[in-house]
C-alpha cells in the first residue's frame, strides 16, 4: 500500500511539473481534455473495469453536469462552485433510480438500455431550446474562480482539472483496495458466489452506477466552466463509444490505464493530424492493431514492453493497480 | 437449526423434489446422498436461495427463511460451496477470502474511498483474519497467488476457507470431493471435522460413499426426488432400497 502511495506521488509530480516545459501553447490546451477525458474514463472504468456492467450512455452524464453548472450559472447566477455539487448530486440521484430497472439487464441488452438512456438525453439537449439553447449552444458560462483568482487561462486550469484528476485517481485507487472494490470485483467474476458471500449485489451495482455518474457530471462542470461555452454536439453517442475505447484500451480495471488510455485517444487525433484526410483510418487501424495485440490494455503492455526492451533482469512482479 | 419441511419443486412439467422434509443439526456433519437426478444439488439452491421453491418452508432455527435472496442468508449465517468451485479468479487467494469478511466489516462506499482512519484499521482487520482462515485450511502459503491459478483441489479448500471467513452456524457443501483424488479427499474429511469441531452444522451434498459414511453423523437418502430413507451411516448401509437405488437391482 505504501508503494501504492509512493506510485501515486510520483505519477502526481511528474504532471504538476509538466506545464514547465511547454509555456502555454496549444499542447497546454490538449492537456486540459486529457484530465477531463481521465476523470470521466475513471468514472466508467469503475463501473466496467470493476463491477463488470457496461454503459454506452455516459457522455449523457457528462452533458448533464455540463449543462446544469451552464445553465444553472449562465441563467440564475448561482455560485459556480455550488453548481457544480448541485448537477453532482443531481445527476448521482438520477442514476441511483434509473440504476434499479436498468441494471436488472445484463450483458447486450444493459449496452442497449444506457444506450438509449444516452440519446434520449441527447435529443434533450438538442430540442429543450429554452433551456439549453438546442444546437446553437450555450454561452457565457463563467469561469470557476476561489476569491480574487480567477481560473481563465490554460495554465490555470490545468493545475484546476488536475487537481480534480489527480483527486479522483487517489480516492478511486483507494476504493479499488477497500472492501467495496473486492466485492465489486467479486461480482464481476462471480455474481452468485458474491452473493452467497453477503454482498448485495444489486444495491451496490446501481450505488457504483450513480457514483460514476456523479464523476462523469463533475467532469462536465469542469468542462464548462472551462470552455465557458456547451453544445450538444460534444456529448453524442460517438463520445459515450469514445469513453468505452479509452477504458478498453487503457486496461479495465486498472485506474492508471484509464489515464493512458484517455492520454492516447486525446493526443493521437491530434498526432494523426499530419496525414490530413487519412488520419480516421489510420487511427482505426491502431484501435484494432491494439486491441488484438494487447487485450489487458496499455495498463498491462507497458511494464511488459518496458521490460522487453531493457536488458535482462530476474523476474519481476507484475506492477498494476 | 435448519428445518426444510415438505420442500415440493416442479421445473416445467419435471418434478424435481417431491414433499422433501429434513432437518441440519448444530456441530453435526449431516449428509445427503442419492443418484444422479436425485434432487440433492436442486435442495442445496433452494435452500441457499438461488432458486425459489414451489411449495414447502425453510426455516432458520424459527425464522421462516423461504425465498430470501443469498446475501441476505448470508447475513443469518448461512454459506454454501459450488460444486464447479465459484472463486473469483482474477483476485488474489487471500483477497478472495478477504471478500468473506464482507458481512464482518461495514465501511461504505465514501470511507473507502477518503481512507478515513477506521477504515483503515477494519482493512487491517480483515487481513489478518483472512490469513487465519487461509491457514486453518492449510493453503496460507498460497495467499499472493491468482485464485484462477490454484490447483483444482486447493480452489476447494480456498472455497471453504472463504465461506468459514463469514463465521456461518450451517455451511452446505456441494460435492466438495469431486475431482479430487484420495489423498486429497482424506485432508477433506479431516477439514469438514474440524469445521464441525468449531460447532457449526455442516450439510454435505456428496457421491463419494467412502467419504459420506466417514465423516457424517446422520444421513438422508434421496431418490428420483423423494426421500428414501434417513439414518446413522450404519442404518443407511443395511437399507436393501438404498443398495438398490444406486445398483440399480430389484
Not at chain 1, 509538466?18 to 509555456?23: A, E, I, R, S, V
Not at chain 1, 455516459?58 to 453548472?69: D, I, P
Not at chain 2, 466417514?214 to 423423494?226: A, E, P, Q, S, T
Request: net charge neutral.
Amino acid at each position: 500500500m505504501k508503494r501504492e502511495l509512493l506510485k501515486f506521488l510520483i505519477f502526481a509530480a511528474l504532471l504538476l511539473l509538466l506545464p514547465l516545459f511547454f509555456q502555454g501553447g496549444y499542447l497546454l490546451n490538449v492537456l486540459l481534455f486529457v484530465g477531463i477525458h481521465t476523470i470521466l474514463a475513471i468514472g466508467l472504468n469503475l463501473l466496467l473495469g470493476f463491477a463488470g456492467q457496461i454503459s454506452l450512455g455516459h457522455a449523457a452524464f457528462f452533458g448533464m453536469g455540463a449543462y446544469l453548472s451552464g445553465i444553472l450559472t449562465a441563467t440564475y447566477n448561482v455560485n459556480p462552485w455550488l453548481a457544480m455539487i448541485i448537477a453532482a448530486v443531481v445527476v448521482g440521484i438520477m442514476a441511483f433510480l434509473i440504476g434499479f430497472p436498468i441494471l436488472k439487464l445484463k450483458g447486450h441488452y444493459l449496452a442497449m438500455a444506457t444506450l438509449g438512456l444516452g440519446i434520449i438525453i441527447y435529443i434533450v439537449f438538442n430540442e429543450a431550446v429554452d433551456l439549453t439553447g438546442g444546437p446553437s449552444g450555450l454561452s457565457g458560462i463563467p469561469n470557476l474562480s476561489i476569491g480574487s483568482l480567477i481560473f481563465d487561462n490554460d495554465l490555470k486550469n490545468y493545475y484546476l482539472i488536475w487537481a480534480f484528476t489527480l483527486a479522483t485517481m487517489l480516492l478511486s485507487i483507494n476504493l479499488a483496495h477497500s472492501r467495496i472494490g473486492r466485492a465489486l470485483r467479486a461480482i464481476h467474476d462471480s455474481e452468485v458466489a458474491a452473493r452467497v458471500m453477503g454482498v448485495n449485489a444489486r444495491l451496490l451495482k446501481v450505488q457504483i452506477f450513480s457514483l460514476s455518474a456523479a464523476i462523469s457530471a463533475i467532469a462536465g462542470s469542469l468542462y464548462a466552466h472551462t470552455m465557458t461555452f456547451v453544445s450538444p454536439a460534444s456529448f453524442g453517442f460517438n463520445f459515450s463509444i469514445e469513453l468505452l475505447t479509452m477504458v478498453v484500451i487503457g486496461g479495465l480495471g486498472s485506474i492508471y490505464g484509464s489515464f493512458l488510455g484517455a492520454a492516447l485517444l486525446t493526443l493521437l487525433p491530434e498526432m494523426l493530424r499530419a496525414f490530413q484526410d487519412y488520419d480516421i483510418v489510420i487511427y482505426g487501424l491502431l484501435l484494432i492493431l491494439m486491441t488484438m495485440f494487447m487485450p489487458g490494455g496499455l495498463a498491462r503492455a507497458f511494464p511488459a514492453i518496458v521490460a522487453a526492451i531493457s536488458p535482462k533482469k530476474p523476474e519481476g512482479g507484475q506492477g498494476s493497480a | 437449526m435448519l428445518r426444510i419441511s415438505g420442500i415440493t419443486q416442479i421445473f416445467g412439467g419435471l418434478i424435481a423434489l417431491d414433499n422433501v422434509s429434513l432437518t441440519f443439526r448444530r456441530e453435526e456433519i449431516t449428509g445427503i446422498i442419492g443418484p444422479n437426478g436425485a434432487g440433492k444439488t436442486t435442495l442445496f439452491n433452494i435452500v441457499s436461495g438461488i432458486y425459489r421453491q414451489t411449495s414447502g418452508a425453510v426455516h432458520l432455527d424459527d425464522r421462516d427463511i423461504s425465498g430470501a435472496p443469498p446475501e441476505k442468508l448470508a447475513l443469518l449465517g448461512m454459506v454454501r460451496t459450488f460444486q464447479n468451485v465459484e472463486l473469483f479468479g482474477r483476485m488474489t487467494v487471500l483477497e478472495n477470502v478477504m471478500v468473506g469478511l464482507h458481512t464482518r466489516s461495514h465501511s461504505g462506499i465514501l470511507a473507502c474511498a477518503l481512507k478515513l482512519p477506521g477504515n483503515l484499521k477494519e482493512e487491517r482487520g480483515i487481513r489478518e483474519r483472512a490469513m487465519q482462515w487461509l491457514d486453518f485450511v492449510g493453503i496460507a502459503d498460497m495467499a499472493t497467488l491468482d485464485a484462477a491459478n490454484l490447483p483444482f483441489g486447493k480452489g476447494r479448500l480456498l472455497e471453504i476457507a472463504r465461506a468459514m471467513a463469514m463465521e456461518p452456524r450451517i455451511i452446505l457443501m456441494d460435492e466438495p470431493a469431486a475431482g479430487l483424488n484420495s489423498r486429497e479427499t482424506v485432508e477433506l474429511a479431516l477439514l469438514i471435522r474440524k469445521v464441525r469441531e468449531s460447532g457449526i452444522a455442516v450439510a454435505l451434498v456428496e457421491h463419494d460413499m467412502e467419504l459420506v459414511m466417514d465423516v457424517c453423523d446422520y444421513i438422508h437418502v434421496l431418490n428420483l426426488g423423494r426421500k428414501l430413507d434417513e439414518g446413522t451411516q450404519r442404518e443407511i448401509q443395511e437399507n436393501k432400497e438404498v443398495i438398490a437405488a444406486y445398483l440399480g437391482e430389484g
